[in-house]
């Protein structure tokens, strides 16, 4: 039968033949937007989820070979999805919050490709964040990418917040005695490899934990990790057509006192 994979849709990796190929450099397996070739979905349309993904869990359904052991992916959570289904984009396993599910190609890709589409992170960081720093990193901060190379990001959303009230980690981030947080709140139209946390430290308050909370219109909301809700293609396409330009959400999120210790 069809696995379920780890997808990473670009224009570099589409071929015109319409046939899934692996991508050596990415380690993951890409195919062109139809991915409904493979058979359809219930009732022939595509659906769409939100998942919280928990801390420690790997966004991908199936072990491609990279896994390690102990590394638990998201296949183990047991919810009854498509077989075609496929992340858009990715979270770090050390990173937690909403995670877009999909079978149609299409709507990952313009997800993930575009410029237009902002992407909301809440950040606890190490120690009381200035605001040189804050402002450094609106700006556009310079970090490493792979081989090495060094880019500047782009301007960026940045403010300072109240700790937010969200599920208890798992894993416990550190104790009181190592010194004050701080929360953050972080709105990007890009998304390299663990770019908020590169962003943090390049300014010099490391991230202890990083949770999204928004892709374009969806917000996380109240759900738990391991949760997950079925959305409304029609929706999410209105969300992206729009530019998936929300604002700043975390107004609909509830705040404790400032720098908690976590």
Not at 64 to 71: E, F, L
Not at 192 to 212: C, D, S
Request: proline letters at 5%; hydrophobic letters at 30%.
């Amino acid at each position: 039968g069809f696995a379920r994979v780890l997808f990473c849709l670009s224009p570099r990796s589409l071929g015109s033949a319409g046939v899934a190929y692996f991508d050596r450099r990415a380690l993951n397996y890409c195919v062109q937007e139809d991915v409904n070739s493979d058979g359809p979905n219930d009732n022939g349309r595509d659906r769409n989820f939100a998942i919280f993904k928990p801390y420690g869990y790997l966004s991908q359904f199936v072990n491609n070979g990279q896994v390690k052991k102990r590394q638990q992916l998201l296949g183990s959570l047991n919810h009854n999805l498509p077989a075609s289904v496929m992340p858009v984009g990715r979270l770090d396993q050390d990173s937690e919050g909403l995670l877009l599910l999909t079978t149609d190609g299409k709507l990952s890709f313009a997800v993930t490709s575009g410029r237009s589409v902002e992407k909301q992170y809440l950040a606890q960081v190490d120690g009381c964040i200035t605001d040189d720093g804050l402002g450094a990193m609106a700006r556009g901060v310079e970090i490493s990418c792979k081989g090495g190379r060094q880019i500047e990001t782009r301007p960026c959303q940045v403010a300072r917040i109240p700790a937010p009230k969200l599920p208890e980690r798992g894993r416990r981030i550190r104790d009181d005695r190592h010194g004050p947080t701080s929360w953050i709140s972080v709105t990007l139209t890009e998304g390299r490899h663990r770019q908020v946390r590169k962003m943090t430290a390049a300014v010099g308050f490391p991230t202890l934990r990083l949770v999204r909370v928004r892709v374009g219109s969806v917000l996380l909301g109240d759900m738990g990790p391991g949760e997950i809700r079925e959305l409304d293609s029609g929706e999410l396409w209105r969300g992206l057509r729009e530019g998936g330009r929300g604002g700043s959400k975390t107004k609909d999120y509830e705040f404790r006192s400032c720098n908690v210790h976590s």
